[in-house]
Every structure is written in structure tokens, then in C-alpha cells.
């Protein structure tokens, strides 16, 4: 009975860590890699978030400034909603998209059902580093931030994958939708890297504690009691 018991204590611990390691996993691991830069700004009133609506960003397509604001850092009800937005922003915020020399104003316009968040469209029609330059006022308090892709956090414009002469179309949407997967996977690395660590460590934490729990003390102590038993048992009858 008792090394039955000690079996199921065992297999009750191993279920226990795989358990909590893959609901790491699931709540952390995101479902598609975002390279979007974050930046507390107002004396830590407000946080935004900034990147490129669409990622990765290619040359001479349709785009823009995908801008999250929040009322301290952002946090994300169940459903993906923010739990604290910042609304009506578009209506005092002006935003304008510089690229060595040319600034360009950008109009920002509220995403629908989406409140604290924000959308401002262009076409980046050369590769390289982008400029995002936020100036007015959140809420009355007075705001000037730029932002500079590569640098703070999100990725700058590159050239898109060209089709060689002779591929078929099927094909060559094959390989475009290959080489967006491919840098997708490449920002979401890292972050699955850090998650094994953590869960490892929780691992080892358990693993750890199981041992505790199995110190010799432990066993002789009941070791000595069975066998203090046993000796009484004939003396009693």
C-alpha cells in the first residue's frame, strides 16, 4: 500500500509541473510576433505603444502609425480590450511621419470598437529608418515625442521579396507569404526562449520541494514506527 501511495504522489507531482508549464505557454506564448515599441511619457501618466499597422513594413504599400494610448500601463481585459484606455485622443493629437529630410502630417483616426487605440495611414515608399512624431496635448497635459523605428522598439521599412522572371504567381505569393512568416518568427524567438526559462525554473522549484518531502528522516521515522508495531502486535495477543 505504501509504495502505492508513493507512486501516485509521484505521478500526482509530475502531472502538476506539465500542467503549470504549458498554461505558461498558452497564456504567454503570443499567437503572431508584434514589433511594437512602449514608452511611458507625461511623468508615467500615460503609456503608448507604436509600430506599423501592418509587419513587416515593405516599400510603395499601404500602411501606417498603429498607436495604443493608455491611462497608466496598458492592460488587457479578457476579451484583448484595454482595461484602461484613453479616448478621444485623435482630436487634440497630430501626428506627422518623418523620413530623412521630408516630414509628412498623417491624420490619426480611432479604430472601430477598439478604444485607446488609433490608426494614422501612408505609403513608405523608400526602405529604412522611419520617424513617428507625436505633438498636442492627452487629456490637456501638454505632449512632444518622437519615436524612430529600429531604435525604440519596431521595425523599420524593408524592400519586398520580387518575384524572379518565369515563377508562377501561385508560387511567388508562396514565397512572399513565406518571407513574412519567416521574419514574424524570427521577433517571437526570443520571447519563447525566455518562457522555457521561466518554466524550467518552475520545474526545478518542484522538483526541489518533491525532495524535501522524501528526506531519509522521513522514511526511517516511519520505517521505525511499522516496526514498533510489529513488535507490539505478538506481545498484545
Do not use: W
Request: with cysteine; aromatic share 8%.
Amino acid at each position: 500500500m505504501r509504495k502505492s501511495n508513493l507512486a501516485i504522489k509521484r505521478i500526482s507531482g509530475a502531472a502538476l509541473a506539465a500542467l503549470v508549464i504549458f498554461s505558461l505557454l498558452a497564456v504567454l506564448v503570443p499567437g503572431e510576433a508584434s514589433a511594437h515599441g512602449r514608452r511611458t511619457i507625461v511623468n508615467d501618466k500615460y503609456q503608448i505603444m507604436f509600430g506599423f499597422i501592418t509587419e513587416p513594413a515593405f516599400t510603395g504599400q499601404r500602411n501606417g502609425i498603429d498607436l495604443t494610448v493608455c491611462l497608466g500601463t496598458c492592460e488587457n481585459n479578457p476579451d484583448g480590450t484595454l482595461k484602461n484606455p484613453v479616448k478621444d485622443v485623435d482630436k487634440t493629437l497630430k501626428a506627422e511621419v518623418i523620413y530623412g529630410s521630408s516630414t509628412v502630417p498623417v491624420t490619426l483616426a480611432p479604430r472601430f470598437r477598439a478604444d485607446g487605440k488609433y490608426d494614422a495611414y501612408f505609403f513608405p515608399s523608400r526602405a529604412g529608418e522611419y520617424t513617428f512624431h507625436f505633438t498636442g496635448t492627452i487629456n490637456g497635459d501638454q505632449v512632444d515625442e518622437k519615436v524612430v523605428s529600429a531604435k525604440d522598439g519596431f521595425s523599420s521599412v524593408e524592400e519586398p521579396k520580387l518575384v524572379p522572371a518565369g515563377v508562377s504567381a501561385e508560387t511567388g505569393l508562396i514565397q512572399a507569404q513565406q518571407a513574412a512568416k519567416d521574419a514574424k518568427d524570427a521577433a517571437g524567438t526570443a520571447t519563447i526562449f525566455g518562457i522555457a526559462g521561466v518554466a524550467a525554473g518552475i520545474l526545478g522549484l518542484g522538483l526541489a520541494g518533491f525532495a524535501l518531502t522524501r528526506r531519509p528522516g522521513n522514511v526511517s521515522s516511519t520505517q521505525q514506527s511499522a516496526a514498533s508495531g510489529r513488535e507490539r502486535g505478538p506481545q498484545g495477543g
